[in-house]
């Protein structure tokens, strides 16, 4: 009798693909107009990135730029958990960390959209920080990727190891 078929549900970011986009996004900003003498800038410390320019609405600017490059990069907006804009002084920063993994209540909700929603016999198993979604047919596993796809959830999707 044949296996069952499976894939991973995970949640991960190529960092080498963010840094090239806040390096893009740095570069860009450096050589527009409307930012000289702004102060603005993006740039990592430590494993969080950082804003910083001289109002609220040019650090707004400073992340739209920084969103159209990782887009263009490939990388979920939805991997992207940015805090308040705060003022210190002449200058505003706003702060920001990569989601990576998924947490086990993301894991639950997207094993309850897979039970309620997907093909029968369809089975999923959480593992650590990814969720294994396993059936008899392949059929049935593209369909919940596709429901996948198409769900409103929070956290950036990616399906590996598709056997």
Avoid: C
Avoid at 114 to 123: A, I
């Amino acid at each position: 009798m044949a296996a069952d078929s499976s894939f991973d549900v995970v949640s991960k970011v190529d960092r080498q693909e963010v840094d090239n986009a806040i390096n893009q996004a740095a570069k860009e900003i450096g050589q527009r107009y409307d930012f000289r003498g702004t102060g603005a800038e993006v740039s990592w410390s430590g494993e969080r990135v950082v804003l910083v320019a001289n109002s609220e609405e040019r650090v707004a600017a400073v992340l739209d730029v920084l969103q159209t490059k990782l887009v263009r990069r490939g990388v979920s907006l939805k991997a992207l958990d940015l805090g308040e804009v705060r003022a210190s002084g002449k200058e505003h920063r706003q702060e920001g960390s990569l989601k990576e993994g998924l947490s086990t209540e993301d894991a639950k909700k997207i094993g309850k959209i897979v039970r309620d929603q997907g093909p029968k016999g369809v089975k999923t198993q959480v593992t650590g920080d990814e969720l294994r979604v396993s059936a008899k047919s392949r059929d049935d596993l593209q369909a919940v990727i596709a429901l996948l796809k198409g769900a409103d959830l929070d956290v950036a999707l990616q399906f590996t190891n598709y056997r």
